[in-house]
């Protein structure tokens, strides 16, 4: 095992004592699939042993909530994927972050590294794979994380992991690789072994087990199909030409409904329509990849695969029901997770919508981004969700970071997105818009592929202003 693995062990066993120790917990959690699983996962750990707690799912961490939870005092605080980006506020509070976000305290040279991690022992114990040099938007989520902390509390929780494998997948760390990578692998595995996980090489579209095929292909965005995404009539087409059939008696098929000889026929075909469009053979290959089956959970339901779960997930917490996806977390199948379907539908809905908005109102470009704002028709917690389905079709253009903005309740909400290969450049999302939101006395951070801002109305001109001169000087450097 490589030497930093060993030492996100090392803080997640530290973290494990510091729980040992205390006598009730408060645990402030993300709304997003990450953070709803982060947070299940920290709440049945701390169950099993019978502590006193408290979930709180919270939209984000900023400096004014920080405050709130000073004044209630919590004996132990346990922040699962968020905290890390604000640790310089947090860093005297007794507790535990299970993260996996750039942390605050930056640059975190090689040589620093050591100090860090006997920083990270103090008070609020770190779990964050930043800290030993591993890339958090990639090779573990605060999911993981938790998982790790609550595997040294037990190991009985290593039936937990499959929630660790939702998170991730919900955060799209399987994206680049078609398959779960670094510290990730570990998740995986204990779930395997702990017969909660089934991991099959399939094709990655989203929808494997739910739509009848035709949609499959029609809302693939990872890759998008050249001639098929959003174009019902030609997914139809396809199909029937290859001699596939789309109904069986009244009932639409889905993808596990065909044969295997019918899956293989079709992803031949894709594959071969992707290269004569001259797509790369890596963007080709992230096609067929792992696809990761929760193993309790019957085959044709949204919680086997779990793309599908962490789907279902979004579809609770970013409209203001994150106890409705951590109820479905915890293994209610009855009131909540009826609630969580009828969320599902409207959450597909505003999805579509939200696409309709940023088309209304347009993409703009300045010399190194693009940008869109969609003021009040699009939240501010799905204004993410959104960039990133943009940034990924034919609509945007394909080698730019996308910068989206939404009115919120504080201010406007920032998301940005960066298409993968501007990494390998020096691009770092989360600098970018830490370093720009400040200056307009905003907050943000996150990821160096995907970060998220809060800054002030009317300050949308300038922000973007220096973000764009912000990712020149990181292309350039
Ligand atoms: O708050 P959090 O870290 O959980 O969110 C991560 C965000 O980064 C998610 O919205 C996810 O979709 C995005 N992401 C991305 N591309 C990747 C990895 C993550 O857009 N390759
Ligand atoms: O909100 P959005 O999905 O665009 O956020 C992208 C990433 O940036 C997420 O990982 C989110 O947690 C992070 N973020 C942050 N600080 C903010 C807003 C978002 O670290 N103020």
Not at 94 to 122: C, F, N
């Amino acid at each position: 095992m490589r030497v930093a693995c060993i030492r996100v062990l090392r803080l997640a066993r530290e973290a494990a004592h510091l729980i040992k120790d205390a006598s009730r917990i408060d645990i402030y959690s993300h709304i997003d699939p990450d953070g709803i699983t982060s947070g299940t996962i920290a709440s049945l750990a701390l169950e099993r042993m019978d502590l006193e707690h408290e979930v709180h799912f919270l939209k984000k961490l900023d400096s004014s909530t920080v405050e709130q939870i000073r004044d209630s005092a919590p004996e132990v605080a346990w922040f699962t994927d968020l905290g890390s980006g604000l640790y310089h506020l947090l860093a005297d509070m007794r507790g535990i972050i299970t993260d996996h976000h750039v942390p605050s305290m930056v640059p975190v040279s090689k040589e620093r590294r050591q100090d860090l991690l006997a920083y990270a022992t103090s008070e609020m114990i770190q779990v964050n794979p930043h800290l030993v040099g591993l890339d958090g938007a990639t090779e573990i989520s605060s999911s993981g994380c938790a998982y790790l902390v609550a595997r040294e509390l037990s190991h009985a929780n290593t039936n937990l992991a499959a929630l660790g494998v939702v998170g991730a997948v919900g955060d799209l760390q399987d994206r680049a690789q078609g398959r779960l990578v670094g510290l990730n692998r570990q998740v995986v595995e204990d779930a395997v072994n702990a017969d909660v996980l089934q991991v099959i090489r399939d094709l990655r579209l989203f929808g494997r087990e739910t739509r009848p095929i035709f949609k499959l292909l029609q809302y693939a965005n990872d890759p998008p199909l050249p001639h098929l995404t959003e174009d019902q009539e030609a997914c139809i087409v396809f199909f029937l030409e290859l001699g596939v059939d789309l109904k069986e008696e009244d009932r639409w098929r889905r993808w596990i409904d065909l044969a295997p000889f019918e899956r293989r026929r079709v992803v031949s075909e894709l594959v071969t329509l992707l290269l004569e469009k001259g797509y790369g053979h890596k963007l080709v290959r992230r096609l067929v990849g792992e696809v990761y089956l929760l193993a309790k959970e019957p085959e044709g339901s949204p919680l086997h695969d779990a793309k599908e779960f962490a789907t279902l997930l979004n579809a609770c917490g970013r409209y203001e029901a994150g106890d409705v996806g951590y109820q479905v977390c915890r293994g209610d199948r009855e009131a909540y997770y009826k609630k969580a379907l009828e969320l599902l539908k409207g959450h597909r809905k505003y999805i579509v919508d939200s696409l309709y908005v940023v088309r209304d109102v347009g993409l703009e470009t300045l010399d190194n981004i693009q940008f869109f704002h969609g003021g009040d028709r699009i939240r501010d917690t799905v204004v993410g969700i959104a960039a990133g389905m943009v940034l990924g079709s034919g609509d945007a253009r394909p080698g730019m970071p996308l910068i989206a903005f939404a009115n919120s309740e504080d201010g406007v909400k920032v998301s940005a997105r960066a298409p993968r290969k501007l990494l390998a450049k020096g691009l770092d999302l989360a600098e970018v818009l830490r370093k720009a939101a400040a200056s307009v006395d905003g907050e943000g951070g996150g990821h160096n592929i995907a970060a998220g801002a809060t800054i002030p109305k009317g300050s949308e001109e300038e922000f973007l202003r220096l973000v764009d001169d912000l990712v020149r000087e990181q292309l350039e450097g």
